[in-house]
């Protein structure tokens, strides 16, 4: 099993080194690649965190922080086939080489609603709501981890690289192919395994436990398992369901969010031009060579000071307006969701009730009658 490791400054790796593992060569013996400088967004698989000011904090979608689900695993490879939700961080995309000997199966894949989008765009990331601006979903579903199978050629073909020391012992022969087919699980993503993503620590009786919440432990167990040459324990493993979300209240959701949220943006612009303009009239104020601004000034200054306090409320009004809408339409299929299951089953009552009373009735009128 292989993570995709990128490593972060330190003693031994400073400030300004490459960070990033550069298995390309390695990779391409195997016949796949991983995207350079590529992390992928998801919009469907976006996971809710807060964001905003000390006075403002709201739940926004982290387009880079993924949870997957049934329909981004394969159902088909016993790694995946029973496992429920898994989290991921800033993942990468693999994809296949044509003509390549192995076979590239994706195990872990984005949705449809997925985008690649530059590494760069994640240094020193701020606000993670800013990701959403200019999304455009591709339409392409993404390689998140994958089992490579079949035949290896060596990375080395013409043997070992000529600065590295034998090691010591009996010389080993050279292998320019793998003498058996191999069997390797490729993730494209080493905060797989990180506690923030699939555990959370929980006081019990003045002990620490740990209870998780996703199934990306049950993912590197199941490989270990496949990998070690047993599929006979993969069937008792992963089959909890930790969550059942609202899938339709997520999707109108994101509707109401991408409709509200370019209306809040143009505010914010109308907003930031207004007060542009009010920082450079006060600058004229305060000039000592200008004491005292000029009429046309003065009605420039009170109307750019109503404008700001019209779009501040307006932008509030629309922030506000998008937590309302979405509100009410999680309110309105919950309760429909809710309510349809008791009236299903009580008008199946009613009917299985009144069918047996119209049978009864029928054999009281047959009986009478043969009498």
């Given at each position: 099993m292989l993570e995709i490791q990128q490593s972060r400054p330190s003693q031994f790796n400073p400030p300004g080194s490459p960070t990033d593992s550069n298995l390309d060569r390695l990779f391409a013996a195997w016949g796949f690649e991983m995207v350079p400088n590529t992390v992928v967004g998801d919009r469907f698989a976006a996971r809710k965190v807060n964001a905003g000011t000390s006075s403002r904090v709201q739940a926004v979608d982290y387009v880079a922080w993924l949870n997957l689900r049934s329909a981004n695993f394969n159902k088909d490879d016993y790694i995946t086939a029973d496992l429920s939700q898994i989290n991921m961080a800033t993942s990468g995309i693999l994809q296949p080489h044509e003509g390549a000997k192995t076979t590239f199966e994706p195990l872990l894949m984005s949705s449809e609603s997925a985008e690649p989008m530059p590494a760069q765009r994640f240094n020193a990331l701020i606000d993670p709501s800013s990701l959403r601006d200019g999304f455009k979903s591709t339409g392409i579903r993404y390689t998140l981890a994958a089992r490579i199978t079949g035949p290896l050629d060596s990375a080395y073909p013409m043997g070992p690289p000529a600065d590295q020391k034998p090691a010591a012992g009996p010389p080993v022969a050279h292998l320019a192919k793998s003498a058996t087919p191999a069997s390797i699980v490729v993730i494209a993503d080493t905060d797989l395994m990180m506690d923030y993503l699939w555990v959370q620590q929980r006081q019990f009786l003045g002990q620490r436990i740990a209870q998780a919440f996703a199934n990306n432990g049950d993912f590197i167990?199941?490989?270990?398992?496949?990998?070690?040459?047993?599929?006979?324990?993969?069937?008792?493993?992963?089959?909890?369901?930790?969550?059942?979300?609202?899938?339709?209240?997520d999707a109108l959701k994101r509707q109401a969010d991408e409709r509200l949220r370019s209306k809040a943006l143009e505010l914010q612009t109308e907003l930031q031009q207004t007060e542009h303009k009010l920082t450079e009239?006060?600058?004229?104020?305060?000039?000592?060579?200008?004491?005292?601004?000029?009429?046309?000034?003065?009605?420039?200054?009170?109307?750019?000071?109503?404008?700001?306090?019209?779009?501040?409320?307006?932008?509030?009004?629309?922030?506000?307006?998008?937590?309302?809408?979405?509100?009410?339409?999680?309110?309105?299929?919950?309760?429909?969701?809710?309510?349809?299951?008791?009236?299903?089953?009580?008008?199946?009552?009613?009917?299985?009730?009144?069918?047996?009373?119209?049978?009864?009735?029928?054999s009281s009128k047959t009986a009478a009658g043969s009498t």
């Amino acid at each position: 099993m292989l993570e995709i490791q990128q490593s972060r400054p330190s003693q031994f790796n400073p400030p300004g080194s490459p960070t990033d593992s550069n298995l390309d060569r390695l990779f391409a013996a195997w016949g796949f690649e991983m995207v350079p400088n590529t992390v992928v967004g998801d919009r469907f698989a976006a996971r809710k965190v807060n964001a905003g000011t000390s006075s403002r904090v709201q739940a926004v979608d982290y387009v880079a922080w993924l949870n997957l689900r049934s329909a981004n695993f394969n159902k088909d490879d016993y790694i995946t086939a029973d496992l429920s939700q898994i989290n991921m961080a800033t993942s990468g995309i693999l994809q296949p080489h044509e003509g390549a000997k192995t076979t590239f199966e994706p195990l872990l894949m984005s949705s449809e609603s997925a985008e690649p989008m530059p590494a760069q765009r994640f240094n020193a990331l701020i606000d993670p709501s800013s990701l959403r601006d200019g999304f455009k979903s591709t339409g392409i579903r993404y390689t998140l981890a994958a089992r490579i199978t079949g035949p290896l050629d060596s990375a080395y073909p013409m043997g070992p690289p000529a600065d590295q020391k034998p090691a010591a012992g009996p010389p080993v022969a050279h292998l320019a192919k793998s003498a058996t087919p191999a069997s390797i699980v490729v993730i494209a993503d080493t905060d797989l395994m990180m506690d923030y993503l699939w555990v959370q620590q929980r006081q019990f009786l003045g002990q620490r436990i740990a209870q998780a919440f996703a199934n990306n432990g049950d993912f590197i167990a199941n490989i270990l398992d496949n990998l070690s040459g047993s599929n006979a324990l993969i069937s008792i493993r992963g089959r909890a369901s930790f969550s059942r979300p609202f899938e339709r209240i997520d999707a109108l959701k994101r509707q109401a969010d991408e409709r509200l949220r370019s209306k809040a943006l143009e505010l914010q612009t109308e907003l930031q031009q207004t007060e542009h303009k009010l920082t450079e009239l006060q600058k004229t104020r305060n000039d000592q060579s200008s004491i005292m601004l000029s009429p046309e000034q003065e009605a420039e200054l009170k109307r750019f000071t109503a404008e700001k306090t019209r779009v501040r409320k307006e932008l509030r009004e629309t922030e506000r307006g998008l937590d309302v809408d979405i509100n009410r339409l999680g309110s309105r299929l919950k309760i429909i969701n809710i309510a349809i299951a008791p009236l299903i089953v009580a008008l199946a009552g009613v009917f299985i009730l009144s069918t047996r009373r119209r049978r009864r009735a029928g054999s009281s009128k047959t009986a009478a009658g043969s009498t």
